[in-house]
């Protein structure tokens, strides 16, 4: 059977550096919290649970992480959720030993921080096998300027020579500092190991905390093997501390996620603009313009279209639909729905519940919320569609708008099939335009319209005949 996996993960610190008031675990990289991006990698190994270790700003990281890991459907994955408290703090050794009396001896703990988002599971996968329920396995990497970490102290030369020790930077002396192999932060110990080794911790270094990395000798004193895994990609063990990392490592975030797109066949004009904030599926043939961005669930059925400098949020696009540049697309809670072959843009704006059928065109500066448009309607300029249900082939025409709000409740405006509405009409809702009827252009209506009617609520056109213009008196 395999070792029950038991994840720790560190998030006590404070982010001075993020000059922030929002706890720096909190920061979002591809939309998503930092911190819940390391759960997420959490899950995907099957660990039976994840210890958060909460300190600085404890109370909301606790409460926002329930919530965003919620959202991003994680407990789907069956991973048990849990927060100890850090106070104050004394060093990523002491962060570990809040966590003990959640950790049973049967498992492994693997330790992980909050603020490195994009360590891969398959990396933790293989650092996991090494540990095999009875090494100490250590995620390493080797650094052109290793300042600041710990380094990976060996018996001899090269990567096959045994581990002996972690020093810490401010502890090391000049041959020490001059390793360049240093340690990523990251480890896998077998539990029943771990507890003896935390309660052998002391505070005696040139910061006075408790180092997590003074386990490595005691391993070493008690004759347990101690592994290194070196990695070469620095980004998966990058921690963000300040606003130019954090936006550092959002940009290979998102390129990868712009490889993983292009692999599929999806077509980016250029993969270095370009932002998924959330979940993006593809079909067949999908081209995508410079600066989109996408967020939530989104979905582009084949041969979709996406102009440049559109913004799409949990919408989905039907086979053939075209988005022209500059649309804003949000269905928030309710989703939007794009027909097959549908027109939509340039500057157009779906917001939710805007539910379009195949070859519906909306033009620019067009307006839909909480509608239903059939096959073929057309609103091509200047227009607002809201609470509406519209019929198949209707054309409403440039600068019309449904009232659909009365100052205290919203209505319903229902516009049969084949109706054309002339420009610059109010449709005073509740109100329904019978089936292939006209209203004029002007036309303000509060009433229903009867069906194949040509209706028309304006002010009767006159003409004087001959009309003298006044003319400007003369002074004196
Ligand atoms: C740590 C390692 C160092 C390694 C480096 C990699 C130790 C002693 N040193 O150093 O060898 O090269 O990470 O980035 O472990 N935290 C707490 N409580 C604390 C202290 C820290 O929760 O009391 C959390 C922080 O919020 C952070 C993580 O632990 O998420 C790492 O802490 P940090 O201060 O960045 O460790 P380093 O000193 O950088
Ligand atoms: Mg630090």
Not at 259 to 286: H, I, Y
């Amino acid at each position: 059977m395999a070792i029950p996996i038991d994840v720790v993960i560190m998030a006590a610190g404070k982010g001075t550096r993020m000059k922030s008031t929002l706890p720096k675990v909190l920061h979002r990289l591809g939309g998503r919290a930092l911190l819940v991006h390391v759960i997420d990698c959490a899950a995907r190994l099957s660990a039976r649970q994840a210890v958060v270790v909460t300190g600085h700003g404890a109370m909301e990281v606790e409460a926002a992480c329930a919530s965003l890991a919620e959202s991003t459907a994680i407990f789907e994955k069956n991973i048990s959720l849990k927060f100890v408290r850090q106070e104050p703090q004394l060093g990523t050794g002491h962060a570990v030993q809040q966590a003990l009396p959640l950790l049973a001896d049967d498992g492994v703990t693997l330790v992980l921080s909050g603020d490195v988002p994009l360590t891969q599971a398959a990396t933790l996968v293989t650092l996991l096998e090494r540990c095999d329920g009875k090494r100490l396995a250590l995620l390493t990497l080797s650094m052109a300027d290793p300042t600041g970490y710990g380094r990976i102290v060996r018996a001899g030369d090269g990567t096959a020579s045994q581990v002996r020790a972690i020093v810490e930077h401010k502890d090391a002396n000049d041959a020490e500092r001059a390793i360049r192999e240093i340690y990523s932060g990251i480890m896998a110990v077998p539990t029943r190991l771990l507890r003896g080794w935390l309660a052998r911790l002391d505070n005696r270094n040139a910061q006075n905390e408790y180092y997590l990395t003074d386990i490595v000798k005691y391993a070493v004193a008690d004759g347990v093997p101690v592994v290194a895994y070196q990695i070469s990609d620095a980004a998966q063990v990058a921690g963000v501390n300040s606003p130019l990392q954090l936006a550092e490592l959002e940009r290979v975030y998102q390129s990868r996620r712009a490889s993983a797109l292009m692999e599929q066949g999806v077509r980016l004009a250029d993969p270095a603009r370009f932002d998924v904030r959330g979940t993006l599926a593809c079909g067949q043939d999908v081209e995508i313009d410079v600066n989109c961005v996408f967020e939530g669930h989104v979905t582009l059925g084949n041969q979709v279209r996406v102009g440049a400098n559109c913004v799409i949020a949990n919408a989905t696009i039907a086979a053939g639909a075209v988005i022209h540049p500059f649309t804003h697309i949000d269905g928030e809670k309710l989703g939007v729905q794009v027909g097959e072959g549908a027109r939509i843009g340039p500057f157009a704006r779906l917001r939710p519940g805007a539910n379009l059928g195949p070859e519906v065109h909306i033009g620019n500066f067009v307006e839909v919320k909480n509608s239903t448009l059939a096959r073929g309607a057309k609103a091509n300029h200047l227009a607002y569609l809201g609470d509406a249900t519209v019929g198949e082939r209707v054309n409403y025409g440039a600068g019309s708008i449904t009232a659909n709000y009365d100052g205290a409740n919203k209505h319903r405006t229902v516009i049969e099939d084949d109706v054309h509405i002339g420009s610059n009409c109010v449709l005073v809702a509740p109100i329904t335009i019978g089936q292939g009827g006209t209203v004029g252009g002007g036309s303000t209506l509060t009433k229903d319209t009867p069906a194949g009617a040509l209706s028309v609520a304006r002010g009767k056109q006159i003409s004087l005949a001959n009309w003298k213009r006044p003319v400007k008196k003369v002074k004196g």
